[in-house]
Antibody, heavy 124, light 110 residues
Framework: EVQLVESGGGLVQPGGSLRLSCAAS????????MSWVRQSPGKGLEWVSG????????GYADSAKGRFTISRDNSKNSLYLQLNSLRADDTAIYFC?????????????????WGQGTLVTVSS | QSVLTQPPSVSAAPGQKVTISCSGS????????VSWYQQLPGTAPKLLIY???KRPSGIPDRFSGSKSGTSATLGITGLQTGDEADYYC???????????FGGGTKLTVL
């Protein structure tokens, strides 16, 4: 059974940093692209960032470029998102999501398995 | 402002059929596969449709997907009260080099 468990969320002041983690199990982690998707309170889904199975390809939403960094450690079956220069509008639940079947980002990306999310609150 | 446009809400009676549209452009829907997600209150999204019209294992055939040009459609037949949820379309945008979602559609089963 595929399981994705996020951690690392919390309350942080504007301008601060956090590192989110996602522990994966139940599948061959390196065979699949992974993404972070967030949802602000009462709002819709926003794709934040993604990384290919091997880690060599990454992508970011404009809102994340220059501030967030995605990475993965296939030896630990773990996905990470480093959040820097946080702003109030980064407040959201951050979900870790596994691609349905592809090891790469791009055409055909879809997100089959999701974690329960970790809440990031940016406030003074 | 979402890259993909969905109606904010749709409604229909139990047992009826409903469709939810998703409008995009040549940089996303027209040249990429579309997926659809159901999100019940307080839960993570669930993949309903991928590659425009394929259902993952366990998704009933009451759910269907189609695509034409720069638009995609999710269809749900035999509506049940348990189908009340938010529905999102998603795809890849070649110009942005990023994943994109629609703003979401709230389905009410009257």
């Amino acid at each position: 059974e595929v399981q994705l468990v996020e951690s690392g969320g919390g309350l942080v002041q504007p301008g601060g940093s956090l590192r989110l983690s996602c522990a994966a199990s139940g599948f061959r982690f390196s065979d699949f692209a992974m993404s972070w998707v967030r949802q602000s309170p009462g709002k819709g889904l926003e794709w934040v960032s993604g990384i290919s199975g091997g880690g060599g390809g990454t992508g970011y939403a404009d809102s994340a470029k220059g501030r967030f960094t995605i990475s993965r450690d296939n030896s630990k079956n773990s996905l990470y998102l480093q959040l820097n220069s946080l702003r109030a509008d980064d407040t959201a639940i951050y979900f870790c999501a596994k691609d349905h079947s592809r090891p790469f980002l791009g055409d055909g990306s879809s997100w089959h398995h999701w974690g329960q999310g970790t809440l990031v609150t940016v406030s003074s | 402002q979402s890259v993909l446009t969905q109606p904010p809400s749709v409604s229909a009676a139990p047992g009826q059929k409903v469709t939810i549209s998703c409008s995009g452009s040549s940089s996303n829907i027209e040249n990429n596969y579309v997926s659809w997600y159901q999100q019940l209150p307080g839960t993570a999204p669930k993949l309903l449709i991928y590659d425009n019209n394929k259902r993952p294992s366990g998704i009933p055939d009451r759910f269907s997907g189609s695509k034409s040009g720069t638009s995609a459609t999710l269809g749900i037949t035999g509506l049940q009260t348990g189908d009340e949820a938010d529905y999102y379309c998603g795809t890849w945008d070649r110009s942005l080099n990023a994943g994109v979602f629609g703003g979401g559609t709230k389905l009410t089963v009257l």
